[in-house]
């Protein structure tokens, strides 16, 4: 118990800073009076004192950190959390159970974006504010967010950072101090969201839309304010938005925080996965549009590039928005928009998948093992750029490959014994593991999750956080060999 305290000690303080979230959603709640402030009254003051008991529990085992600690940390905020999160929905929607309840939280806070809910249209506005707060939040990661409020509580941060963000920021600092690193990506991602939320406002839609979108877009999220999803606007001009923006959230937000400090573009020349990142996407779009063509469901280019070209980087970079029922394309198309969902997304972006650097060092591994084949004797260098990369790490994204598939292949099996057909429990775990939203089949943009029973909602709500903790930091935890001494 004594080597928990400290970890408990530093959620008592996460849990009380979480508690303010909910005044966003409050406040909004009170200024358009749509019914709905007592369930965040009653949420602040149950996460707040939440907090207050636990710190007062744990305050003597206050310490610095330890890299064991800052997994099991980083695992107990990602599933407690939710619980904390549902408290809103389930105050206002009595007949909601907990099981879809905490689902939808744990949809939110990954930037998952798929959703049990129907009726979107009707739901008071600051319910659908505090959805996509959620999205916002966990897109980043609260994590970050706590490592640039911490040092003022006495607690260093470090630790925290290399468990949060992904593979190519764990070794790299972006400023001295991870604090400031964590106060810098920050910035840079409120003042693009404060962008996005004008460029929405311009493009006509209402406040209260433009922050939902928003909100959902920058983190990567995808849920809606409306349950016919961005299709409700059937707008080109907000569908580009969306679009520019999505495209910009999938890049690293440690080239966007070194844009912004240089005050040039030279960071993004320099960033190798953009080159890949934009090359997919648009040979998929050009591709698919040609595709739909020729399968007859769209009869001219326009048509048929319009939703190619929103659907496919809605998808591929686990934004999840939909502006038609793709579920009724021919099967080829919606799957490889689901497959492009595994890796398009930059590492240090908001999107899921295993990142396209991984992807990137995959190729080029495989590449390089046939020069091998061919001339023996050669001496060939898997490169990033003009740095070659050391063994250690490409055998990590090897196990990270293996621990990826095995867990698509093994939870699908899993849905499928419970009762899915296998079409529809193999994208819905897709669909969960990269963080995505909508699947396809019986969870298609049309659907929702509803149609799940309780357990196979409780495997996707794992799904959901094996993929945005990069199954490692939850598996790890998982093991007899972490708690032994």
Known sequence: MSQILPVVHILSKVLMLFSAAFLLPLAISLGLEDGAHRAYDEAIVTTFLSGLVLWLLSRRGKRELHTRDGFL??????????????????????????TDAYFEAVSGLTATGATVLSGLDSLPPSINIWRTLMHWLGGMGVIVLVVAVLP?????????????????????????????????????????TAICILALWAGGMGWVDAMVHAFSVMSLGGMSSHDASLGYFNSVTLEIIVMVFALIAGISFSTHFMAFRMRNLLAYRFDTEIRWYAGVLGASIVGLTFYLLNQGVYSAF??????????????????????????????????????LSSFIASSGSTGGGIKMLRAMLLYKQVYRELIKLIHPRAEVHTKVGQQAVPSKIIYAVLAFLFIYVASIIILSFILAASGLDVFTAFSAVVAMVNNTGPGLGLVGPASTYAVLNDFQTWVCSFAMLLGRLEFFTLLVVLTPVFWRK
Request: proline share 9%; hydrophobic share 55%.
């Open 152 to 192: 003022m509580l006495g607690v260093g941060g470090r630790q925290l950072f290399k468990a949060e963000i992904p593979t190519p920021m764990k070794d790299s600092k972006l400023t001295p101090r991870m604090a400031e690193t964590a106060k810098g990506l920050w910035l840079v991602y409120a003042i693009i």
């Open 73 to 98: 940390l980083v695992v107990m905020i990602w599933t407690i959390l939710p619980l904390y999160s549902t408290i809103p929905l389930l105050a206002h929607m009595p007949d909601l159970s907990f």
């Open 302 to 339: 326009p048509e048929a590039l319009r939703f190619a070209a929103f659907n496919t980087i809605s998808i591929a970079t686990t934004l999840g928005f939909s502006t038609t029922d793709f579920n009724a394309w021919p099967y080829f198309a919606p799957l490889w928009m689901l497959f």
